[in-house]
Each structure stands twice: as structure tokens, then as C-alpha cells.
């Protein structure tokens, strides 16, 4: 089955300890996306990246990082310099093929990963 | 700046229709989308629209108008596994895809 494949799904950091998050994808799509979700909040795009060994920051990359070796994989790294990491992580994936505005820009999502502090 | 304005909650019964609102105000437009999401779970795509009218998919309809910066969902034969969250986004990034999300609708289907 082809799909989006987020680990672990939970997880817990304790102070000052750097975390990474795990996002897989065998749907052979271009782009992946990392977004944040808050109670209460939208989601909130903290990196995507269009294409292998290419990413770029979002709205929220402070104390994040990424990286992009391979098209199927996206990892997502929360550093201790984000204070309040507390919250439900989605990764996400398009096709980017054609014009924008079509079906290629739809974004599919992984399971999710639900970090919090000790 | 971005913003989206979806209504925080409502309430609907089984077998009924409901339509949930959602007012845009981007820097660009290439398309809307409509995702539900079930409590703890991953949003699912349910439609979008990248023109003016109505996109209609089995029980879930979704309308746009780019000059009034809105759209709705609509859900027809309401049935109890239809309570969730609905999120509203827009592509605003053209080419970079990025997508700014309202806040969600949640939606509770009754007996």
C-alpha cells in the first residue's frame, strides 16, 4: 500500500535534548511538507522541500531543522532551541507535477507524531 | 498578511445537510482544499477548487468564488462517523504549494 509513514507516534523530549521526528513516503511524490498543529490553532508549515537535497523554511522554522538526502524520506529535527515544542506533527506529500492549481497540489498526510516535554 | 475564517463549531443532526463557511483573504490563489480531520488523527483530502462553482464528490459538495474570497462545504445524508473537524486551506504559495489552514470547523452529528 502506498502511503505516508510518520514515527514513532508519540514522543517525548526532555530539556536541552535534540529529537527527530521520522516521515517516509513510497508515493513517489516531489514535494514533503512538516507542519505543526496547536489546539485551537491551523496548521502551520514549519518546512517543505520540492525536490531532493532542497528545502526550504516556512513560517515557524526556528528551532527546527531538516534535511532532504533521498525523495522518500523527511525528517524533521526539533532542537532544543524550540521552547515550546509541545505539539501534533504532520507530514505531508504532493505530487507537483503539471500546473499549479490542480490535482498534483494536493498534500496528503502522514499519521502523525504527538511530541511532548518531560 | 494571510488569513482564513472558518466558524469554530456547529451542530448538525443524522440525515440532515449542513454547509460550513470559509471566507479567505490571500497574497495569491491557486486552489482550495477541504480536509477532514478526526479527533487525534491525520487530516484526509475531501475536495477542491481551483475554479468558480460547485465541485460535487458523492455526499460532499464544495463551492468557490474567487472574487468573494469564499467557499463551502457541503455535506449531504449526515451520518454519525461525519463528526470531525473540517479544515479549510488555501494554496497561496503558486508554484511553492504552500498552504495556509483556517482553524477548523468542528462539526457534531446528533441522533
Known amino acids: 500500500d502506498g502511503g505516508i509513514t510518520q514515527s514513532p507516534k508519540y514522543l517525548f523530549r526532555k530539556e536541552g535534548q535534540n529529537v527527530t521526528l521520522s516521515c517516509e513516503q513510497n508515493?513517489?511524490?516531489?514535494?514533503m511538507y512538516w507542519y505543526r498543529q496547536d489546539p485551537g490553532q491551523g496548521l502551520r508549515l514549519i518546512y517543505y522541500?520540492?525536490?531532493?537535497?532542497?528545502?526550504q523554511k516556512g513560517d515557524i522554522a526556528e528551532g527546527y531543522s531538516v534535511s532532504r538526502e533521498k525523495k522518500e524520506s523527511f525528517p524533521l529535527t526539533v532542537t532544543s532551541a524550540q521552547k515550546n515544542p509541545t505539539a501534533f506533527y504532520l507530514c505531508?506529500?504532493?505530487?507537483?507535477?503539471?500546473?499549479?492549481?490542480?490535482?498534483?497540489?494536493?498534500?496528503?498526510f502522514g499519521a502523525g507524531t504527538r511530541l511532548s516535554v518531560l | 498578511g494571510q488569513n482564513i475564517d472558518q466558524p469554530t463549531e456547529m451542530t448538525a443532526t443524522e440525515g440532515a445537510i449542513v454547509q460550513i463557511n470559509c471566507t479567505y483573504q490571500?497574497?495569491?490563489?491557486?486552489?482550495l482544499f477541504w480536509y477532514q480531520q478526526h479527533a487525534g488523527e491525520a487530516p484526509t483530502f475531501l475536495s477542491y477548487?481551483?475554479?468558480?462553482g460547485l465541485e460535487e464528490k458523492g455526499r460532499f459538495s464544495s463551492f468557490l468564488s474567487r472574487s468573494k474570497g469564499y467557499s463551502y462545504l457541503l455535506l449531504k445524508e449526515l451520518q454519525m462517523k461525519d463528526s470531525a473537524s473540517y479544515l479549510c486551506?488555501?494554496?497561496?504559495?503558486?508554484?511553492?504549494?504552500?498552504?495556509?489552514f483556517g482553524t477548523g470547523t468542528l462539526l457534531a452529528v446528533q441522533p
Open positions: 508515493l513517489n511524490h516531489d514535494a
Open positions: 505531508a506529500s504532493s505530487t507537483r507535477k503539471g500546473l499549479a492549481g490542480g490535482p498534483s497540489d494536493i498534500q496528503y
Open positions: 477548487n481551483v475554479l468558480d
Open positions: 490571500t497574497s495569491g490563489f491557486n486552489g
Open positions: 522541500s520540492q525536490i531532493v537535497n532542497d528545502f
Open positions: 486551506a488555501v494554496n497561496y504559495g503558486g508554484a511553492t504549494n504552500k498552504l495556509i
